[in-house]
Every structure is written in structure tokens, then in C-alpha cells.
């Protein structure tokens, strides 16, 4: 049962009880940008206790700092191998008996932590073994650093456009222009690279895009693409006429043939000769 000035988790943000009202918990929010915090009446079960009050106020939980950890993450971790401690028990353990304000820190701490495994403030907190923790900083690592490489791929972008460069490009840069590309060609209707980038993501502009940061040049075409037309030729065999055909023929395979077509042709048409003086 929660009471006044308790403090909540709320979808995933911290809430302070204003008071029980009709068998609801009337709370507050923390404010959206400019935006005032938003006060509304929610039921129990849609919220995890974080702290017993009294909390002073919301504005005191989100300027709460953590101390230095008392028990390191790691040490807590082997401490409670095997078994599943509660939220506030770990907590205590690693910082210390602190006031209710500081248990959402606690929990973005715990949540973040390799270490543990946190679902909700009221449920048993999972400990990771130091193979599972090992594992999961590795795949955070990997995670910060290809979101690094996106960035630093945007700017390089961004640069490439505005001086007209390819140079500004790595070739290795390919792979995250290719969404770029087949929006230009109509074969996407969303680019990550432009959107990334600050560019519309239109045919259009992308194909303004590749041709100003010089990854395309003006000899790439993509409207045969974008309307689904073929760039190659039949590839039909021509079936020889019939043995039993008994009409006249004759043979000019000696003659001159002058080609007036590209001289790749193949086309048995382009060609004229003169025959009989004519």
C-alpha cells in the first residue's frame, strides 16, 4: 500500500506520492523539457515502490548524488553469488544506509550496472556471474563504439556535402551509405545515414546527397531503378532458319559491310555494303 510522499517507479521514471486519493496514488512527475511536471492518479499496481517517505520533494530525488560506493559493484556481486537480493538490500550494502532521495540514483546504478540483472525495485535484484558481467561489457563496449563510429560517420558526411569532398570520406564508408543508396535507386523509403545526418530522407535528396559528397558522379543514373526499368538487353536466342526452306539465297559474306553503329554492336542491321555497282 503506498502512502504520502513515497517514492515511485513509474514507467520508468521517479514519481513522489502527493496523496491516496479514492484508492489511488495521486503522483507527480518530473518535467519534459519545458513542460511542467505532470500530476496524475495512477493505481498500485501500475508502480514499484522505490523508498518509504517521507522524500522532501521530486526535485530533491532528480539533484540526489551517489557518495562513493562503500562496496564495490564487483565485491557486492561475488558477495551475493548465487542468490537474489532484494533492491534495497544491495543498495544499502554498496552505499550505505542513505536517505529515500537517493534510491532512484541507486536504482539507474543498479539497472546500469554489468553486474546485476534489475527488473523492478520490488522484485529480487539477479546477480551476474563474472562470465555474464565480462560478456555484457563487452557487448556495451561494442555497442558504444559502433555508436561512436556512426557519429563520427555523420560528421564526416555532413563535412563531405558541405565542401563538395569525397576525400572527407573514408572507404570503409560505404557500408553506412548503402541505405542512402537504395532509397536514391527507389528500392528503400528510409535512409539512417541521412536521417543520422540531418538530411531529408527523399530520393531526391539522397541522390543530391551522394552526388555532392562525390560518392556518386553525374554518369550514375537512378531513374531506370526507381522505375523498375531493365539496363541490359534480352538475352533471347535467335533460332536459325529451317533446313527445308528452298527459297533463292545469296551468299554476300564477301562483300565490304560498313558499320553506322557503336562499333560494340551486335545488331546484324547496322551495317550497308554496295552490291552491283549500286
Excluded at 505532470?38 to 508502480?47: G, N, P, V
Excluded at 514499484?48 to 548524488?65: I, Q, T
Excluded at 563520427?152 to 572507404?171: G, I, K, T, Y
Aim: aromatic share 8%; proline share 9%.
Amino acid at each position: 500500500m503506498f502512502r504520502e510522499k513515497d517514492l515511485l517507479l513509474y514507467k520508468n521514471l521517479p514519481a513522489v506520492v502527493l496523496r491516496i486519493e479514492n484508492g489511488k496514488a495521486v503522483i507527480t512527475l518530473p518535467p519534459k523539457g519545458k513542460a511542467p511536471g505532470e500530476t496524475k492518479s495512477i493505481r498500485e499496481k501500475d508502480a514499484a515502490l522505490l523508498a518509504r517517505g517521507p522524500v522532501s520533494g521530486l526535485e530533491e530525488v532528480l539533484r540526489a548524488e551517489l557518495p562513493e560506493p562503500e562496496t564495490p559493484p564487483e565485491e557486492a556481486a561475488e558477495l551475493f553469488a548465487g542468490e537474489h537480493p532484494p533492491f534495497p538490500e544491495l543498495a544499502s550494502l554498496i552505499w550505505g544506509n542513505l536517505p529515500p532521495e537517493a534510491a532512484w540514483a541507486q536504482w539507474q546504478a543498479l539497472s546500469s550496472s554489468p553486474w546485476f540483472r534489475c527488473t523492478s525495485p520490488e522484485e529480487p535484484v539477479c546477480i551476474r556471474s563474472p562470465e555474464e558481467a565480462g560478456e555484457e561489457l563487452r557487448v556495451r563496449e561494442e555497442r558504444q563504439q559502433k555508436e561512436k563510429d556512426r557519429e563520427a560517420f555523420f560528421s564526416r558526411l555532413r563535412r563531405a556535402v558541405h565542401e563538395r569532398n569525397r576525400d572527407c570520406l573514408l572507404p570503409g564508408d560505404g557500408v553506412f551509405l548503402q541505405d542512402a543508396e537504395a532509397l536514391a535507386l527507389g528500392q528503400s523509403g528510409k535512409s539512417a545515414a541521412l536521417q543520422g545526418a540531418g538530411f531529408r530522407e527523399t530520393p531526391e535528396a539522397a541522390h543530391s546527397v551522394l552526388l555532392q559528397c562525390g560518392w556518386w558522379d553525374r554518369r550514375k543514373n537512378p531513374w531506370p531503378a526507381r522505375k523498375g526499368l531493365r539496363l541490359t538487353g534480352a538475352a533471347a536466342a535467335v533460332e536459325p532458319p529451317p533446313e527445308e526452306d528452298d527459297r533463292q539465297r545469296e551468299d554476300f559474306t564477301h562483300m565490304t559491310a560498313l558499320a553506322i553503329d557503336n562499333a560494340w554492336s551486335d545488331d546484324p542491321d547496322d551495317a550497308v555494303s554496295f552490291y552491283g555497282g549500286k
